[in-house]
């Protein structure tokens, strides 16, 4: 089976001690002729952790500003990526406004997201994305803080290949995307060590589909939610208290559900869940029993 369309991503190093969480939802104005608002959104795919922290430095983005952004389609964007040398002169390097410092991912899940970055940039055709990252990654489990290492020789970013094409067009100049952190497929763990090898899933809202509900009974937790179909796979671990779900980023398609619980109580599945159109699917509360 396939997962969601995944954009690999390499990571690396560099110091910084601040303690940051971002709250706010865009709120940005049209952008003045010759530029475009771009919005980055920041939200999680659930793993078994009580937090993880990624320390996020920068964010930048590589603007196509040629008429046809096709014609860059056979490029290195790896070695773009890097700082190695472009093409031409019409792939721009533009920066957006971040606060450096230290996400807490995991507070948000089930549809929660916040504004990574937003700024005003030149116009044209985004086709990286690049946030670098620095030393403060961790995560705490079971109580237990364990450093998030990094692998041997690789570079201090992670990037988000991109056709130019993918950012939800919601104002005038104003264009937005949001980047789902797949922390299960993020986190590799070796006993006590843990590495940062991150997985990410880029989609928007309006062309995806959700999948929401509940379940209970609250003593079943944790519950955790599959949906998946041939091609396509995405998580949730419903909230402690109320059961509350939320998964979204979905492809239109047929889907089953499945249900799996703790402290005795029995898995449950749910098939013929149908994604169209960038609907949104309620299947309620689900009832698991021993």
Known sequence: ???????????????????????????????PAGTQNVSLLLTDGPGFYNNVYLDIQSVSV?????????????????????????????????????????????????????????SNIRA????????TLGTGNYVVKDSVKYSLKLPTGAPNYILVKLRGDEFE???TNGYRLWLDFDVQRSIIQYGTTFYLSPFINAFIVSKSGTVAGSVAPND?????????????????????????????????????????????????TISKITISNAN???????????
Request: one cysteine or more; glycine letters at 10%.
């Open 1 to 31: 089976m396939k997962t969601r369309i995944l954009f690999s991503v390499a990571i690396a190093a560099i110091s910084v001690s601040t303690l940051f969480v971002a709250c706010s939802k865009s709120n940005s104005a049209d952008a």
């Open 62 to 118: 590589l603007v196509d500003t040629s008429t046809n952004t096709r014609k860059h389609d056979g490029c290195n964007w790896d070695i773009i990526g890097g700082g190695g040398p472009k093409p031409d002169s019409s792939l721009i390097w533009e920066s957006l406004g971040v606060t450096a410092g230290v996400y807490d991912i995991l507070q948000l899940r089930n549809g929660v997201d916040t504004v990574l970055a937003a």
């Open 124 to 131: 044209g055709s985004i086709r990286l994305i690049k946030i």
């Open 280 to 290: 949104s699917v309620n299947l309620g509360t689900i009832t698991l029993h021993k």
């Open 220 to 268: 079943a937790w944790p519950e955790i939610v599959t949906v998946y179909n041939s091609t396509d796979t995405a998580y949730a671990i419903a909230n402690r208290l109320g059961g509350l779900f939320k998964i979204r980023g979905l492809k239109d398609g047929t889907y089953s559900a499945n249900f799996h619980a703790s402290n005795g109580y029995k898995d449950t």
């Open 169 to 171: 067009h919601f104002t």
